[in-house]
């Protein structure tokens, strides 16, 4: 592990926390201390709050506001200088001491390889349906070409992160990984999901208040107004409109909630549009993933 201020380390394990659960805060915090890699440091940024009473070893920097997911990994991903970064959520912990080091040997493998997405499960074994960034679920196990990540506990390369600008600040929670995979994927990165490396994470359900509805239905528009191509837009929001819709069919609250979301979708700016180009399209249809699903 390095500590050094003169030194980067070569991997950095980003862990943001809001303080509210310090027992999780304290097993993630020490699995990640435990890591057999010989450079890597572990950083935990205290969101609205000022880190104390952590193990010893990890660098802390508290921020006076809640900034939200993306944006509180775009300020963490802007304080560390490796060049390969892993965020991990603070109730989620690694398993094998040897993490890191399987997950370097496959970024020294692989040059353009933007982002490494491991599978996440309980601690009993089960991974989510959810949990798979693979084009067709199927079985978990099995690895294959990432079309978006779960972004708390995903190892990203910095180059290819600072390519795209890391995630979407405005979208404050919900469907970021999509955007990053996207452009990533648009400037020649690969996005890969590797079934061997596991991270723990307690499998509970989504949420399915109005708060959330409200943000994945916005964020699903404004996803597809920031990188699709103008012909794909109402393809996509199409299709996601008709599943969503379907999902929350029996309930007329969870309805409007989304229905809103989805207005303001349209209504206010999704922020920078970088539209990808048509061979980018092409090659995620040929690895299974269109861009309309």
């Known amino acids: 592990m390095v500590n050094s201020m003169n030194t980067a380390p070569r991997v950095s394990i980003v862990v943001l926390s809001m303080g509210d659960r310090p027992e999780e805060l304290d097993r993630c ?9 010989d450079s890597f440091e572990v950083f935990c940024v205290g969101m609205g709050w000022q880190p104390e009473g952590l193990p010893e070893g990890v660098r802390v920097e508290g921020v006076e506001e809640n900034l939200g997911s993306p944006g509180g990994r775009n300020y963490a991903a802007s304080r560390v200088r490796s060049e390969v970064f892993m965020f991990l959520d603070d109730d989620a912990w690694l398993p094998d001491a040897d993490f ?11 040059p353009k390889l933007g982002l490494l997405a491991p599978r996440l499960s309980d601690a009993n074994g089960t991974t989510l349906r959810r949990w798979v960034p693979r084009a067709h679920v199927g079985d978990p196990n099995e690895s294959g070409p990432a079309f978006t990540c779960p972004e708390g506990v995903t190892l990203y390369r910095r180059t290819a992160w600072e390519s795209v600008g890391g995630f979407p600040g405005n979208f404050f929670h919900g469907h970021e990984g999509v955007d990053v995979c996207w452009r990533m994927r ?5 996005a890969w999901y590797e079934a061997s490396l596991t991270v723990h994470h307690p499998a509970l359900p989504p949420g399915r208040h ?10 699903r528009v404004w996803v597809a107004r920031r990188n699709l191509p103008v012909p794909l837009i109402p393809v996509y929001v199409g299709i996601w409109t008709a599943i969503s819709l379907a999902r929350n069919a029996r309930d007329w609250e969870s309805v409007k909630s989304w229905v809103s979301g989805w207005q303001e979708g349209w209504r206010t700016s999704p922020g920078d549009r970088d539209p990808m180009h048509w061979r980018t399209v092409a090659k995620l249809a040929r690895l299974g993933q269109p861009p309309i699903i």
């Open 186 to 190: 648009d400037r020649g990165w690969d």
């Open 210 to 219: 109005a708060y959330y509805l409200r943000l994945n239905a916005r964020n």
């Open 100 to 110: 890191l080091g399987k997950a370097m040997v496959i970024f020294e493998r692989w």
């Open 29 to 37: 915090l020490r699995s990640a201390l435990a890591q057999k890699y």
